[in-house]
């Protein structure tokens, strides 16, 4: 399959893993928004969120991106996670991911 992430899931392409299950993998994000920027993946291949029909998957997700947030200190600072999805919101890989951002402080309304 022409996915970059399940090329990174199937080790055919590198990536800094720092989490992994049977279900999921999280990787730094290679041009890293915040000085924490780490994508949380599920291994199947699913490119929207609206098409998760597992919800317990979903509830994984972020359990493990508040577990990523204590590891990598910005749990008490703070943290955001963002989920792209479609055009207007800038979802640049078809397959759907949670970015965990933090590490500085961060506008809101988001741009
Ligand atoms: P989206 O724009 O779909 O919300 O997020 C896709 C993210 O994947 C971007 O932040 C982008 O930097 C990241 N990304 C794209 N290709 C790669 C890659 O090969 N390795 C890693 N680690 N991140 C990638
Ligand atoms: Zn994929």
Known sequence: MNCIFCKIINKEIKSDIIYESEELICIR???PQAPVHILIIPK???EKLY???DELLLGKMLK???EIAKKEGIKETGFRIVI???KNAGQSV???HFHLLGGR???????
Not at 105 to 111: A, S, Y
């Open 105 to 111: 402080l961060m506008l809101w309304p988001p741009g």
């Open 64 to 66: 493990i991106a508040c």
């Open 29 to 31: 994000d290679i041009n």
């Open 94 to 96: 078809e397959h759907v």
């Open 51 to 53: 098409e998760i029909e």
């Open 44 to 46: 199947k291949h699913i």
């Open 84 to 86: 792209n999805t479609n």
